[in-house]
């Protein structure tokens, strides 16, 4: 069970909140997509770059020769899982779960009996040890209270030889200033995530649970970023902070405004990481 209750109440009361926004305009609506659109080269609507990070996960799965089980830890609204069912045997069993209640009501809809939606708790996931082949999570893990407990259950689901995909933001250098300081303070407070962590703290967190990091891909120069200049926008949160403190819905709001400048300025970047368990 995730350790920090009020962290979790905060993470699903947000997701409670905006669910209907994010799933139900536009090309967001058809992807299924509550994350982050990606534009490599080719890439020419806002629904195929929504659906791209479901097809770097697909791309893991072509790389283990058997599938059986695949595991969305924080499903969303299940486009990413409707849109792996293609990719999988038939008789591969899809299991997705989500903190809230709206996104496993919308996923069991969408999915339409292609996975198995749980509303829950990632970190204690009702599958046997060592039953599954591959497990991903796209912008959910940074919510985790703590890294390694989510490894660990990762670890724990996946058979030797299987994979744990996560696309998340990942810390790449230190704060170089009190602004930039504040700056993550802002993105963590107002997103909830205390497990965005360099990329070397992650792999070592990794390897004391087996599983060894195989790749950790820059997927930064894909967003398309909206960042104010820092000399802006510090100072506006700052001057703006007693509002956006008081409601989750403008504190995630305050926390996407700094995330948008920590990317552009290098501080955070965007990354594709793959573990392989080796125990």
Not at 96 to 119: D, F, H, K, P, W
Request: charged fraction near 20%; proline fraction near 4%.
């Amino acid at each position: 069970m995730m350790t920090n209750d009020r962290h979790v109440d905060n993470v699903r009361r947000y997701y409670e909140r905006n669910t209907a926004l994010f799933a139900h305009f536009g090309s967001r609506a058809s992807a299924g997509s509550v994350h982050r659109a990606l534009w490599p080269t080719g890439v020419r609507s806002l629904d195929e770059a929504l659906r791209f990070s479901h097809r770097l996960v697909a791309d893991e799965l072509h790389k283990i020769s058997t599938i059986e089980c695949v595991v969305d830890l924080g499903c969303g609204v299940g486009g990413a899982l409707l849109d792996l069912r293609p990719h999988l045997p038939s008789a591969a069993v899809l299991f997705g779960m989500t903190l809230s209640r709206a996104q496993a009501l919308l996923a069991a809809q969408r999915t339409a009996g292609a996975a198995y939606i749980v509303e829950g708790n990632f970190l204690a996931v009702p599958l046997r040890s060592a039953s599954c082949d591959l497990v991903y999570s796209i912008e959910a893990f940074a919510h985790a209270p703590g890294a390694g407990v989510y490894l660990a259950e990762a670890a724990r689901l996946l058979r030797s030889g299987g994979r744990l995909v996560l696309l998340d933001d990942t810390v790449a250098r230190a704060s170089a200033s009190p602004v930039e300081e504040n700056l993550v303070a802002v993105f963590r407070i107002g997103w909830g995530v205390p497990s965005v962590l360099p990329v070397d703290a992650l792999a070592k967190s990794a390897a004391q649970h087996g599983l060894r990091l195989q790749r950790a891909d820059d997927l930064t120069s894909w967003l398309r970023l909206r960042a104010l200049p820092l000399q802006l926008i510090a100072p506006l949160l700052h001057w703006t902070r007693a509002w956006w403190r008081c409601d989750p819905v403008l504190a995630a709001t305050a926390g996407s405004i700094a995330l948008q400048t920590l990317l552009a300025i290098g501080l955070i970047r965007y990354r594709c990481l793959v573990f392989e368990r080796v125990e």
